[in-house]
Structure formats: C-alpha cells, structure tokens
C-alpha cells in the first residue's frame, strides 16, 4: 500500500449554524478549499475536510486544522459551527452531531470502539424510525449491543444485506473517500419553521410547498430533475435524509410533490418534533435533452397546460399570484 493511501485519515465534519442560499454556500465550499484541497459539501449545511495531507504543509495538529477552519468561518462569514473530527467520514459527522455549538469532538482512531459502544443506535447514519423500532422491541438500543450481537441474530432480525450495513457502522468502518466538490448539478429549497412541528398536516404542507418551488425553479431554468432527496432536521439538531430516482426526469410540479409526500409518509415521523425540511433535486438535465413518456391521459396533459399558464401568470404578477389550493392562505 502507498504512503497516501496507508497514512491514518483525518476528516472533519463541520456542522453550519445559519440557513444558506446557494451562493453562500458555494462561497464556503470555496473558503474551505484554501484549507485543503479536498471539501466536499454535505447539503443543506455541513460540509467535509480531508485534512490528512493538509497537516504537513500547514504543519498543525488535526484539532488545531479544524479550529483554523472554523475561525475563518466565524471572520470571513459570521458563521458559527460544531465540528467533528476522526478517521472516516460516518465518524466525523456522528461525532459533529454530538458537539454543541462551537464545539469539536475528536474521536481518535484508537477509541472509536469505545466512544461507539454506548452511543444510542439511532445516532448512526441511514437508521431509520422503522429499523430502530424493530431493534428497539428486541432490547437492541446501543451500538455496543449491536456490535455484541452475534451475525446470524441481527441477520434474523433485519435480513443479510441491512443486518450486514449496520454491522459495519456499528463497528465504524467507512471507507468512503472525500470528493471535491463539482459544479452544482442540484438544486435546493428549504424551510426552517419558527417552532417545533409536531403536527402532520403541517409537515404535509411544508413539503408540499417545498416541491412545488422546485417545481418553478426547475421550468425556469428550463431544467429537469432525475432524483429527489428530502432531509428532515429534528429539535435535537439530528437529521434524516430519503432519496429516491424518478420514473423519469422531470419539472412538473404535481409530480415532484408526489414523490416528496411519498417519502416523508415513508419517514413515519409520527410525533417526531420538526424543525426544518430541505427539498433537493439532484441528477439536472436540460429540459431538451430529457425523454418524457407518452400519456394518453388528457388529463396529464391539461395539467401541465394549467402549469404553464400558472408559471407566466407569477412571472408577470409575482411569486404568489398563483397557489395551489392546498397551499391557499
């Protein structure tokens, strides 16, 4: 194994206290990249530092790279941060999660095991309400439990391909590299609520909305969407992020709000205290370059006609001179 790729990693994961536009965003992503050239943005508001070879020529610790980091932040933007810092990417976002604001938490290499271990389960990426629910009623609810268990049990449990996932974050393993970051080939909405949400309809809602100012912004740029991701962000600053492709690239409103709804009914919030959503749509085409299915429905058709006609009444008359009735004050 070469020297690069044999060296002990040291990733950051900054955690940004401040909703974003696009532009500000890009701006850090730029801002970090005088750290070290490998960032990577983690929508809506973190972004990940590869500082492994960034510590010899800045000749620092990997704590005090991330205190340069997060400094220049707080100068150059006003922003302030949590931070994480350990050997992989899961790591060092578990570990920003669980710093308050200002804060770093380091977890060496040597003691991911142990910092791991009495960690609720729910605190590792990609664990659903419905799979903590399951380990919940078999008395499964830390990592250490999980990393006790023996194989065949959890595989029982969950199935071999999720039985054999969770076994590997549980014990820490993440050999995901850092990938700079690329010309923006997504596009975002978000809303952060004024309070707590516990209230399902008004989570519908706020999606809802959500998908329908993608929607306007993906015919405005005349682009299309392949892929949607909703991110829900809880009281206690966690978050969970649902992803699902299109059965084809599209702009149309009613389309995207369909696939949004679908994945927050599949989140199964329940009572769950919301603080903000993010809708992104990912995987852009020009919208001439994109294949659409025929449709002998004449509604379909209506439909998008109705669309249209909305979209130039807004352009001349303003962002909410057309709604749609679920969205009607």
């Not at 943005?41 to 973190?46: L, N, R, W």
């Not at 004449?298 to 709604?323: C, I, L, Q, S, W």
């Amino acid at each position: 194994m070469s020297g690069a790729s044999a060296r002990q990693r040291h990733i950051a994961h900054l955690h940004l206290h401040a909703v974003l536009t696009e532009a500000q965003y890009a701006d850090i992503i730029e801002l970090m990249s005088e750290v070290t050239p490998h960032v990577q943005a983690v929508p809506p508001d973190a972004v990940q530092l590869d500082l492994t070879s960034a510590l010899r020529y800045f000749d620092l610790s990997p704590y005090d790279m991330v205190q340069t980091a997060m400094i220049r932040l707080k100068l150059f933007y006003g922003i302030d941060s949590s931070a994480g810092l350990a050997g992989n990417r899961m790591l060092a976002a578990m570990a920003a999660d669980a710093s308050a604001p200002g804060d770093t938490t380091w977890v060496p290499v040597e003691r991911a095991a142990e910092w791991l271990y009495p960690r609720p389960v729910t605190a590792l990426p990609g664990i659903g309400r419905a799979t903590a629910s399951t380990l919940s009623r078999y008395g499964l609810h830390t990592i250490g439990q999980i990393t006790d268990l023996p194989a065949a049990t959890l595989q029982r449990l969950l199935g071999a391909g999720q039985a054999r996932l969770l076994a590997e974050r549980a014990r820490g393993h993440d050999l995901r590299p850092v990938v700079p970051a690329e010309p923006a080939t997504h596009l975002s909405a978000d809303l952060v609520l004024d309070q707590d949400c516990l209230d399902p309809a008004r989570q519908h809602r706020a999606v809802l909305g959500l998908a329908e100012q993608v929607g306007l912004r993906l015919r405005g740029e005349s682009q299309v969407a392949g892929r949607l991701a909703l991110t829900v962000r809880y009281a206690d600053r966690s978050s969970t992020t649902r992803t699902r492709t299109l059965p084809e690239s599209t702009d149309h409103s009613p389309a995207l709000a369909a696939v949004a709804l679908g994945l927050l009914a599949g989140l199964g919030l329940q009572r769950a205290r919301v603080r903000a959503f993010v809708i992104r749509a990912d995987d852009l085409l020009p919208a001439d370059r994109a294949c659409r299915q025929l449709s002998l429905d004449p509604g379909d058709a209506r439909a998008r006609a109705a669309e249209a006609a909305a979209d130039r009444a807004r352009h001349r008359f303003g962002a909410k001179a057309v709604r749609p009735a679920a969205l009607a004050d």
